[in-house]
Nanobody, 123 residues
Framework: QVQLVESGGGLVQVGGSLRLSCAAS????????MGWFRQPPGKERKFVAV????????VYADSVKGRFTISRDNAKNTVYLHMNSLKPEDTAVYYC????????????????WGQGTQVTVSS
């Protein structure tokens, strides 16, 4: 079992930045690919980014490429999402996710979900 707890969400103005964190506990953190998804109000949950267990590879959704950066610190069992140049359409609940395989995570085959953290971008 893996428990995921997100933090760092909040209210930010257009063009601003936020850093989300996801602390993991339970099984060996580096065995899992980690990712972020988001769900805007009234819409489906969508993939944002994924990072492999070693941190050596990352993939991003086109909508965030060049603005968001996913990273991880395996010594701290934590994955981060650095969000820059935020837009109103980035407003969503952001969920941390873990999967035994990065490809599976990108296909929404997630083994563990966090509870989510709200990000609101105001214009």
């Amino acid at each position: 079992q893996v428990q995921l707890v997100e933090s760092g969400g909040g209210l930010v103005q257009v063009g601003g930045s936020l850093r989300l964190s996801c602390a993991a506990s339970g099984r060996t953190f580096s065995n899992y690919a980690m990712g972020w998804f988001r769900q805007p109000p009234g819409k489906e949950r969508k993939f944002v980014a994924v990072i492999t267990g070693s941190g050596g590879s990352t993939v991003y959704a086109d909508s965030v490429k060049g603005r968001f950066t996913i990273s991880r610190d395996n010594a701290k069992n934590t994955v981060y999402l650095h969000m820059n140049s935020l837009k109103p359409e980035d407003t969503a609940v952001y969920y941390c996710a873990a999967s035994v395989d990065a490809l599976r995570l990108g296909l929404y085959e997630v083994d563990y979900w966090g509870q989510g953290t709200q990000v609101t971008v105001s214009s």
